[in-house]
């Protein structure tokens, strides 16, 4: 498959491609939206001409496009393939991330923040019945594979929101802590959002 659609790229002169197996995303910029909105559609023409001739098809359904912009707002942005509507969204998921139109994360750190939270919970409801070893496990399967997946773009310092994540962090450990030390174990630590950010990027 990734023989077969390897010249994609070659289908368009403006959009630069980025291709992962079958997930495709497609980049376009311009100072104007207006202008954008015209070149995105031409260009899509050529990538639908792309796909009939090398007999694949795109589920228009599961598509969609982001209007990466800074403070100002952009309406009745509207691009299509084939004559289906693709949808915008705010934010979209790319290969475990979500990225949303501001680039501020928020969107992946409230996605962080839900999945942590129900490895918190599973975490709680196990607790009495593994041994702590495992519940050490669970911490950094459920918890801590969410919070160090991809933090080096989403984690920085600067970033707003981290803060709540970190509270989670908190709860849980506490809770751990006590299970050590009620079973005479070493203490159980791990890393605040701002300390994991930094190992990944090996500071």
């Given at each position: 498959?990734?023989?077969?659609?390897?010249?994609?790229?070659?289908?368009?002169?403006?959009?630069?491609?980025?291709?992962?197996?079958?997930?495709?995303?497609?980049?376009?910029?311009?100072?104007?939206?207006?202008?954008?909105?015209?070149?995105?559609?031409?260009?899509?023409?050529?990538?639908?001409?792309?796909?009939?001739?090398?007999?694949?098809?795109?589920?228009?359904?599961?598509?969609?496009?982001?209007?990466?912009?800074?403070?100002?707002?952009?309406?009745?942005?509207?691009?299509?393939?084939?004559?289906?509507?693709?949808?915008?969204?705010?934010?979209?998921?790319?290969?475990?991330?979500?990225?949303?139109?501001?680039?501020?994360?928020?969107?992946?750190?409230?996605?962080v923040e839900t999945k942590i939270k129900q490895g918190s919970g599973l975490i709680r409801k196990l607790c009495h019945l593994i041994s702590p070893s495992n519940i050490s496990?669970?911490?950094?399967?459920?918890?801590?594979s969410h919070l160090a997946y991809c933090i080096t773009s989403w984690g920085s310092p600067n970033t707003k929101g981290t803060g709540?994540?970190?509270?989670?962090?908190?709860?849980?450990?506490?809770?751990?802590?006590?299970?050590?030390?009620?079973?005479?174990?070493?203490?159980?630590?791990?890393?605040?959002?701002?300390?994991?950010?930094?190992?990944?990027?090996?500071?």
């Amino acid at each position: 498959f990734l023989l077969y659609i390897n010249d994609l790229p070659s289908s368009s002169s403006k959009f630069s491609f980025t291709l992962f197996a079958d997930d495709t995303s497609l980049f376009l910029s311009h100072e104007n939206p207006k202008t954008l909105e015209e070149i995105a559609n031409q260009e899509l023409r050529h990538v639908d001409n792309w796909l009939i001739n090398n007999r694949l098809s795109l589920n228009a359904k599961k598509s969609c496009f982001i209007l990466f912009t800074g403070k100002k707002q952009i309406e009745n942005f509207n691009i299509s393939i084939s004559t289906n509507e693709i949808t915008r969204v705010r934010s979209a998921k790319y290969l475990g991330v979500m990225i949303d139109e501001k680039l501020d994360w928020q969107a992946h750190i409230n996605h962080v923040e839900t999945k942590i939270k129900q490895g918190s919970g599973l975490i709680r409801k196990l607790c009495h019945l593994i041994s702590p070893s495992n519940i050490s496990s669970l911490y950094y399967a459920f918890i801590n594979s969410h919070l160090a997946y991809c933090i080096t773009s989403w984690g920085s310092p600067n970033t707003k929101g981290t803060g709540k994540l970190n509270s989670v962090i908190d709860s849980i450990t506490n809770k751990i802590k006590k299970i050590y030390e009620k079973n005479n174990l070493n203490r159980f630590s791990t890393l605040k959002i701002n300390s994991l950010y930094k190992l990944e990027c090996g500071n």
